[in-house]
Each structure stands twice: as C-alpha cells, then as structure tokens.
C-alpha cells in the first residue's frame, strides 16, 4: 500500500467526507473531547485530518488547532468546513503523518481520527507524534481495530488471527488504500515503545450502513456483491466481531473503536 494510492483513493472522493455522518458526526467525536478536555490556551495539530471534523469539534476548545492531511483535496475540504462553521482559529497544512512538517515540541495536544490504518507504519507515526508533543502533551486516538480477546472473547487465538486477516481483507477490498487495522494490545505495545504513555484507552462500537460505507470510497459495482458475501460467509469469530445483520436486503454491521489517551512524559 503506497502513499500515492492513499492520495488517490481520498483526493478523488473527498467531497463525500465532508458529509460522511460516520466521520462528521461519530460519537467517538464528542467522546474524544470529554476525555481530553482540552485547554484555551492550547495548540493542537489533527493529523490525517480528512475532511477536518476532528480539528473543527476541537477548535472552540483551544487557542489554535492545525488541520493536517496528506491530501490536498482534502485540505480544500476542511477550509470549506472551516467557512460553513465561522471558524476563525483552524489553519491547514500539507503533512505526512509519518515525518510532520513540524519542530520537536511545538503540541500541546496531537490528534487523529480514523485514519492510521492507511499508514505504513504506525510505529513511525507514534515516533512523530511524541517527537512534536510538548513535555506533558497529550495524544488523542481513534481508530478502527481489528478483533482480538478483548474484542472478540470466547475464541482462540487462532480464530481470531484468522478473523482479523479477513477483516482487513474485507476493508481492503472496499478501499485499496486500506493499510492494516491493528487489534488493541498492538497500540498499547507501539505507544509505550515510542515513549507515550497510556492514561486511558476504551471500545466504542460503530454501527455502519453497508450501501452507505460502499458509496462513501466509490466502490465498483461488481466488488459490492463480494463484500456482501463476505459478511454472509463470515466465520464465527468474525461473525461475532462484525455482528452482521440483513434486514429485507438494507445490510449493516459493525465496526470496534479504539479510544485511546497518551501523554508525553514530563
């Protein structure tokens, strides 16, 4: 998975974030900043910002938050967002999440949203975000897992090895941008190899309409009746993760959450 097909897959179906309910509206949003509780005087940087809705439910909350992203239609897309809300104190910028233009403490707080699954290296991303942390800052995560025990009890661990490369299979094949979701221990493990410590970490489930999730990256109509068979076909452990339902042909499931909070140590 390269840089360059992320690039492609987001600049070409950057409007349908903007409006996504899952990324404008996902309780995780409202969660986040609960846990957070961010301060006015703070400078907060989203990475992998998207279409901006992490950095815009943030920006009431700080002195000035910076929307970052890899694409630049999405930039575009956050600036809309940023008029639309009359938000005065939220600036982009061009980023790569895995070497932030930035210098070594300038972040009060460093977010990202359901987005390090494209990444190709999550350990190179956590290094960045403790790098521009200030001494004490904190980092804000979100993002889908793949199951594991804590996720998915009751299955072995071969089951659930299993289930997690068909799950990924599964979101790859709806978005070829589609990295590897990590299950919940290999976070916590990469966040404390980096240097970040945990302060708190939880699971929100993410109930998803499946014609809405295909339409949001575009998917080819002859790769739709594949991603539906695989829930149909789906093996116990992931059955149990994913929860699938069909109700008179309008399909759904849903998808697991890591919340996490870190810090920087002083």
Not at 3 to 17: D, I, M, R, S, W
Not at 105 to 125: G, M, N, Q, Y
Not at 204 to 211: C, I, L, N, T, Y
Not at 228 to 248: E, G, V, W
Request: aromatic share 6%.
């Amino acid at each position: 998975m390269s840089k360059e097909l992320v690039q492609q897959q987001f600049g070409a179906n950057a409007a349908a974030y903007l409006t996504s309910t899952v990324h404008a509206k996902g309780a995780s949003l409202a969660r986040l900043v609960e846990l957070v509780s961010p301060r006015q005087d703070w400078i907060a940087l989203d990475v992998a910002t998207g279409a901006g809705h992490t950095a815009a439910v943030f920006a009431p909350h700080v002195a000035k938050v910076v929307a970052s992203d890899l694409t630049p239609e999405m930039l575009e897309q956050v600036k809309k967002l940023a008029a639309e809300k009359g938000i005065a104190n939220m600036e982009t910028a061009l980023a790569d999440a895995e070497a932030l233009p930035f210098p070594d403490r300038s972040f009060d707080l460093v977010t990202c949203r359901i987005a390090p699954h494209h990444f190709p290296s999550i350990e190179k991303f956590l290094g960045e975000v403790n790098r521009v942390l200030k001494p004490g800052g904190t980092f804000a995560l979100v993002d889908n897992v793949s199951p594991d025990a804590e996720t998915t009890p009751g299955f072995s661990a071969v089951e659930l090895k299993e289930a997690a490369a068909a799950y990924n299979a599964f979101e790859k094949l709806r978005d070829p941008s589609h990295g590897r979701a990590l299950d919940t221990a290999e976070w916590l493990s990469l966040m404390a190899k980096v240097g970040l410590k945990l302060v708190h970490h939880e699971h929100a489930p993410k109930g998803m309409d499946f014609q809405s999730w295909v339409k949001t990256m575009n998917v080819p109509a002859e790769a739709v009746p594949r991603l539906a068979s695989m829930l149909d076909q789906a093996s116990p452990a992931l059955r149990a993760f994913l929860k699938p339902t069909n109700d008179d042909g309008k399909r759904g499931f849903t998808l697991d959450e890591l919340i996490a909070i870190a810090r920087r140590p002083a």
